[in-house]
């Protein structure tokens, strides 16, 4: 098991960046695959970006292909998510959550953050 914090969230305005942190506690943080989900008021959680154990390999929605990037330091127990060019559509609570192997499918990650709230204004 991993406990995982995000941080990093606020409100912009469209067209702006925020880059998204999440920290994990444990010394196992290198085991894992890493993702980012999100959710909207009313709406399910969905996936946005993943991450391999070693960076090597990462995932993406179509909805925020080139202009979200996911990137991890396993020195600092720490994923990212550097978004850019924000929509309004993109106003969700972002949450990080951590699995065995990198995936875009959400049953595959057990343990999850608490979530930070992005916001962008038109």
């Known amino acids: 098991q991993v406990q995982l914090v995000e941080s990093g969230g606020g409100l912009v305005q469209a067209g702006g960046s925020l880059r998204l942190s999440c920290a994990a506690s444990?010394?196992?943080?290198?085991?894992?695959?890493m993702g980012w989900f999100r959710q909207a008021p009313g709406k399910e959680r969905k996936f946005v970006a993943a991450?391999?154990?070693?960076?090597?390999?990462?995932y993406y929605a179509d909805s925020v292909k080139g202009r979200f990037t996911i990137s991890r330091d396993n020195a600092k127990n720490t994923v990212y998510l550097q978004m850019n060019s924000l929509k309004p559509e993109d106003t969700a609570v972002y949450y990080c959550?951590?699995?065995?192997?990198?995936?875009?499918?959400?049953?595959?990650?057990?343990?999850w953050g608490q979530g930070t709230q992005v916001t962008v204004s038109s």
């Open positions: 444990g010394r196992t943080f290198s085991g894992y695959a």
């Open positions: 991450i391999s154990r070693t960076g090597g390999t990462t």
């Open positions: 959550g951590a699995s065995t192997w990198v995936s875009m499918s959400l049953p595959l990650y057990n343990d």
